[in-house]
Nanobody
């Protein structure tokens, strides 16, 4: 069973930066899709940045494009989300996900929210 543990969230002032980490276990395949999702109060969970196992297809939601960067450390089984120029609208619970599927980043981000399991997430709160 795939398990994920998110960390790195916290309270940050608008304009600041924060890096989230996601440690993945139980996933050894090479054909992997993974990404970051968030759910703000009163809103649906949305995919904000996802990538395919080849790192060729990387997707960023328009709301975070140019400010967030997704990366991974395969040796450490860790996925990162580098968040810059944070805005109050970025306030949400952030989740990561990883599955042994062959999907583009855009497809994974658009479909994963309605299937599979989720970890505890990590809260990001941006103050103004």
């Amino acid at each position: 069973q795939v398990q994920v543990v998110e960390s790195g969230g916290g309270l940050v002032q608008a304009g600041g930066s924060l890096t989230l980490s996601c440690t993945v276990s139980g996933l050894t395949g090479v054909n992997v899709a993974m990404g970051w999702f968030r759910q703000a109060p009163g809103k649906e969970r949305e995919g904000i940045s996802c990538m395919s196992w080849t790192d060729i297809s990387i997707y960023y939601a328009d709301s975070v494009k140019g400010r967030f960067v997704i990366s991974r450390d395969n040796a450490a089984n860790t996925l990162f989300l580098h968040m810059n120029s944070l805005k109050p609208d970025d306030t949400a619970m952030y989740y990561c996900a990883a599955d042994r599927v062959v999907h583009s980043g855009a497809y994974y981000c658009s479909t994963r929210s309605r299937a599979g399991s989720w970890g505890q997430g990590t809260q990001v709160t941006v103050s103004s």
